[in-house]
């Protein structure tokens, strides 16, 4: 079975495909593309994601987010995200989601 890895990196999508540990593609697979809140949450998680670093010809660094407020916002979309693609993936892919935001959105679940 193949895997859904969810994780964050710079000027990339959050969901790779992973066939025994070895990237498949960057990106959703085709077969999951039709779930548009899925696919429209992930471009703006990419695109909050990118817009917290500096990367200019002499300087790349990550900034952060303006404020708590947005910092919170984006851990909501993640989540989110996160939720949907487990329920898009069913039967059909092991998904497995970065440790560090698995630490990192713990707060989310934490009631």
């Known amino acids: 079975m193949q895997k859904l890895r969810f994780a964050l990196e710079y000027h990339c999508d959050p969901v790779w495909v992973l066939d025994r540990n070895r990237l498949v593609n960057a990106g959703l697979p085709e077969d999951l593309m039709s779930e548009t ?55 059909k892919y092991e998904v497995e989601i970065d440790s560090v935001l698995t630490e990192e959105l713990s707060y989310l679940t934490d009631n």
Do not use: H, M, N, W
């Open 37 to 91: 809140k899925l696919v429209q949450l992930l471009k703006d998680i990419s695109a909050d994601y990118d817009s917290a670093f500096i990367d200019t010809s002499v300087e790349f660094s990550y900034k952060g987010f303006p404020d708590k407020e947005k910092e919170t916002e984006f851990d909501k979309k993640l989540y989110k995200a996160i939720e949907l693609l487990k329920k898009a993936a069913a039967d």
